[in-house]
């Protein structure tokens, strides 16, 4: 039957992952995956995600029985909160919604298929920024939605191109989608400031455009939770109805629980309803209903003030450790004397930096100094620590050179 099957292309993150752990050289060093790691390259428990687990396991009453199709109650409700603030009018409103989905993924993903079978006008585009995260294109192009690109990265100045960005959403057909990242932007590690935020709200508005946030990164970025969601709750001020794809795998280190939640703000109550009505029915055709462990973990914590108290400080290790591994890399390039500038490594926010480095130069990383890493030049600053940032630079420094 299958004869004719032809074979898929691996995926590019994790297969550099796949390559990484099969290299045995002892120096090798992993900046692919968008993973937090330890000063010793370790993956990181968090400590509040112990504690919960424990409150958790400590709890007699757990069971394992189904969730609701569209999730945990108290989990839903925490993650809307963390997104759109406690005092958000669309939560006051009761036109915020929500459907707890497989993480990020899963929520993009039964956002993008809702908007697939229930957008009005069919032949809607969704536009996403050059570069972006690989699986939103996938995502998107698989619910059968046509994808544009806008652009985003600025080679020349390494950072935001934001009269492209806007020129495309002006020349974009009225009420198109627009994916956005809210903060940490994936792979450039470039956000827009508030001032430009303001341009983009304007310029989505005047066309009618739909914003579609996808948040993997609240409370990694700037060390802030309300911070790093002020685009989103801006967007919200403003009137926008709009879908948010949350993602708890890295700001909670749940990685393999899945963790996530789509939510959704909408005009009325009402229609806020009826769009959860149908992405239960979608949901239930396609997971049934999602996993409990994560969920329990990350409700817990977010409706527990000492617990979220704790993960900020949890986070702030994280981000902190981060800021530190981009100031030593810089260090380290600037004493090389390697050529071309470097302050954007700093400058840049969240998991990654998109350091400029070309496809010629990644693969050379990768075949002679088993430095993994992707090859549009983002990485993954989460894999550098004290003890390998100095063979990252060396080498770094020697393949702009040669
Ligand atoms: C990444 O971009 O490396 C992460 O978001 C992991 C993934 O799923 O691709």
Redesign the pocket.
């Known amino acids: 039957v299958f004869e004719n099957v032809a074979a898929a292309p691996a995926?590019v993150?994790?297969a550099l992952t796949a390559d990484y752990k099969a290299d045995t050289f002892a120096d090798k060093v992993n900046l692919?995956?968008?993973?937090y790691r330890t000063e010793e390259g370790k993956p990181w428990v968090l400590p509040v995600v112990r504690k919960a687990n424990q409150i958790l396991v400590d709890d007699g009453t757990l069971d394992h029985e189904y969730l609701p199709i569209l999730g945990l109650d108290t989990f839903r409700k925490a993650a809307i909160n963390l997104i759109l603030g406690a005092d958000s009018a669309a939560i006051a409103d009761g036109r915020a919604g929500s459907a707890q989905c497989i993480s990020?993924?899963g929520a993009v993903y039964a956002g993008a298929y809702f908007l697939s079978k229930h957008y009005p006008n069919k032949n809607v585009a969704c536009y996403i920024s050059k570069p972006t995260?690989?699986?939103h294109r996938a995502i998107f192009e698989g619910v059968g939605i046509p994808v544009h690109e806008y652009p985003y990265w600025n080679p020349a100045t390494k950072g935001l191109d934001l009269d492209g960005m806007l020129q495309t959403m002006q020349d974009a057909p009225n009420g198109s989608i627009f994916l956005l990242h809210p903060c940490a932007h994936?792979?450039t590690g470039v956000d827009p400031t508030p001032e430009q935020w303001e341009k983009i709200a304007d310029a989505m508005k005047a066309k009618g455009h739909f914003a579609f946030f996808d948040t993997?990164y609240q409370g990694f970025a700037s060390g802030s939770l309300d911070k790093d969601a002020y685009s989103v709750r801006y967007f919200a001020k403003r009137g926008f109805e709009m879908f948010i794809a949350q993602?708890f795998?890295?700001n909670f280190g749940l990685?393999s629980e899945r963790a996530g939640n789509l939510t959704i703000v909408a005009k009325s109550p009402e229609v806020k309803n009826r769009i959860e009505s149908q992405i239960a029915k979608a949901q239930r055709a396609n997971i049934s209903n999602p996993p409990a462990y994560g969920a329990r973990i990350v409700s817990l914590v977010l409706n527990d003030g000492t617990l979220y108290k704790e993960w900020e400080d949890n986070l702030t290790t994280m981000s902190d450790r981060i800021k530190l591994m981009r100031q030593e890399l810089v260090d380290e390039l600037t004493r090389l004397g390697t050529p071309g500038t470097w302050n954007h490594i700093t400058d840049q926010i969240g998991?990654?930096s998109f350091t400029g480095l070309n496809v010629t130069q990644s693969k050379a990383l990768k075949e002679k100094y088993h430095i993994y890493l992707?090859e549009n030049g983002?990485i993954?600053m989460a894999g550098l620590n004290t003890k390998n940032v100095k063979y990252v630079a060396k080498a770094v420094h020697e393949v702009v050179t040669s």
């Not at 692919?32 to 993973?35: K, L, M, Q, V």
Request: proline share 4%.
């Open positions: 995926d993150i994790f692919g995956i968008g993973a990020g993924t995260w690989a699986n994936n792979p993997a993602s795998s890295k990685y998991m990654f992707t983002r993954s």
